[in-house]
C-alpha cells in the first residue's frame, strides 16, 4: 500500500514539473518574438529621420543656387549703361535732338531733325566740313512743319521741356515768334534765351521756335567734331 502511495506521488510530481516547463514556454515565446518587431520599428523610424533632412537640404541647395545665380543679372544691366559720355562716338553730322514734357508721366518724346548747319569733324589728320542750308524759322510750311502739342496746366504760361542728344550741346540759343508771324521774314523774335547748361527749356502754346545747339570747336580734340546746326519747329 505504501509502495502503490510512492508511485503515485512520483507520478503526480512529474506531471506537476512538465506542466510548469510548458507553461513557462509559452510565456516566454511571445517576448522572443516582440523583439525583433521593436527593432525594425526603431530602425524604420531612423532612416525617416535621415532621409527627411536630406531632402530638405537639397531643396535649400536648390534654392540657394538659383538665387545666387540670379543676382549678377542687374549688375550686367547696370554695367550697360557706363558708356554714357560717348566717348567713342565720331558724329559726322548733327544729332538729332529729343523734347520731354518734364512735368508729364508719359514717357513720350519730340524728335527735331537740324535744317540750316555747318559741321565738321577730323579722320586723323584729315577734317571734313559739311553746309546745309534750309528754310528760314518764319518760312516753314505750317501743313509741314514739326508740331508740338504744348499741354495745359493750371493756366501755366509755359511748359518747361527736358532736351536729350547722344551728345548734348555745350550751348543753346532758343528764338521764340507768334505764330501769327509765319510769312513775315522781318518779324522780329518775342524774346531769345541762351542756355550754356542742360536746362529745361521752356516753351509755350501757338509759337515758331528755332533752336540753335553748338558744339563748341574748343572741344575738338575731346570730341573730333564740332559744329552749330538749327532745329526749327512750331507749338500748338
Known amino acids: 500500500m505504501k509502495k502503490g502511495y510512492n508511485v503515485f506521488a512520483a507520478i503526480l510530481l512529474l506531471s506537476l514539473s512538465l506542466t510548469t516547463a510548458c507553461s513557462g514556454r509559452a510565456v516566454s515565446q511571445p517576448a522572443e518574438s516582440s523583439e525583433p518587431?521593436?527593432?525594425?520599428?526603431?530602425?524604420?523610424?531612423?532612416e525617416t529621420e535621415t532621409e527627411a533632412p536630406s531632402e530638405a537640404g537639397s531643396d535649400a541647395e536648390t534654392e540657394a543656387s538659383s538665387e545666387a545665380g540670379s543676382e549678377p543679372a542687374p549688375a550686367a544691366s547696370a554695367a550697360a549703361g557706363t558708356d554714357a559720355p560717348h566717348a567713342d562716338v565720331l558724329l559726322t553730322g548733327p544729332p538729332e535732338i529729343?523734347?520731354?514734357?518734364?512735368?508729364?508721366?508719359?514717357?513720350?518724346?519730340?524728335?527735331?531733325?537740324s535744317g540750316n548747319s555747318e559741321w565738321s569733324w577730323a579722320?586723323?589728320?584729315?577734317?571734313?566740313?559739311?553746309?546745309?542750308?534750309g528754310s528760314a524759322p518764319l518760312d516753314m510750311n505750317p501743313e509741314q512743319a514739326a508740331k508740338l502739342e504744348v499741354p495745359d496746366y493750371n493756366r501755366l504760361d509755359?511748359?518747361?521741356?527736358?532736351?536729350?542728344?547722344?551728345?548734348?550741346?555745350?550751348?543753346?540759343?532758343?528764338?521764340e515768334w507768334d505764330i501769327q508771324d509765319l510769312g513775315s521774314t522781318?518779324?522780329?523774335?518775342?524774346?531769345?534765351?541762351?542756355?550754356?547748361?542742360?536746362?529745361p527749356i521752356e516753351?509755350?502754346?501757338?509759337?515758331?521756335?528755332?533752336?540753335?545747339?553748338?558744339?563748341e570747336e574748343e572741344r575738338k580734340e575731346e570730341r573730333s567734331f564740332w559744329g552749330e546746326a538749327s532745329y526749327q519747329f512750331l507749338t500748338e
Open 37 to 46: 518587431e521593436s527593432s525594425n520599428l526603431s530602425s524604420s523610424a531612423d
Open 98 to 113: 529729343s523734347l520731354s514734357d518734364s512735368l508729364s508721366s508719359a514717357n513720350t518724346s519730340f524728335t527735331l531733325r
Open 123 to 133: 579722320d586723323g589728320d584729315e577734317i571734313t566740313t559739311s553746309i546745309a542750308c
Open 158 to 175: 509755359s511748359v518747361p521741356y527736358l532736351l536729350a542728344c547722344v551728345i548734348l550741346p555745350d550751348r543753346i540759343l532758343l528764338r
Open 186 to 199: 522781318d518779324a522780329e523774335p518775342l524774346s531769345e534765351t541762351e542756355y550754356s547748361e542742360v536746362l
Open 203 to 215: 516753351l509755350k502754346k501757338d509759337r515758331v521756335y528755332e533752336l540753335v545747339a553748338a558744339w
